[in-house]
């Protein structure tokens, strides 16, 4: 059974840093892009960033580009993201998502990832 699940979120000032980690199990994610988004009550999932099967291509949305980092570490099966001079608006549930095996493209749309952690909450104070 895969399972994706996400650590790391919290609670801290604007400016501040958090680094999120999604730990896989069930199959090996080597040959999948894997991404983050993140969901706000009431609004759709967004898109905050994605990494290519190998590690050697990233994606951001114009929103956190320069402040977020992703990275992976296949032998771990992790996923992370650095975020870094955090704002109120990154206020949100943050969820892992992986494609399907032999999937290592980069696509930023939802549909195309066939499996998803649960969430760790992010809150930005102001």
């Known amino acids: 059974q895969v399972q994706l699940v996400e650590s790391g979120g919290g609670l801290v000032q604007a400016g501040g840093s958090l680094r999120l980690s999604c730990a896989a199990s069930?199959?090996?994610?080597?040959?999948?892009?894997m991404g983050w988004f993140r969901q706000t009550p009431g609004k759709e999932r967004e898109f905050v960033a994605a990494i290519s099967g190998s590690g050697s291509s990233t994606y951001y949305a114009d929103s956190v580009k320069a402040r977020f980092t992703i990275s992976r570490d296949n032998a771990k099966n992790t996923l992370y993201l650095q975020m870094n001079n955090l704002k109120p608006d990154d206020t949100a549930v943050y969820l892992c998502?992986?494609?399907?095996?032999?999937?290592?493209?980069?696509?930023?749309?939802?549909?195309?990832?066939?499996?998803w952690g649960q969430g760790t909450q992010v809150t930005v104070s102001s």
């Open positions: 069930g199959r090996t994610f080597s040959s999948s892009a």
């Open positions: 998502a992986a494609r399907s095996i032999g999937s290592p493209l980069i696509l930023t749309s939802t549909r195309w990832y066939a499996y």
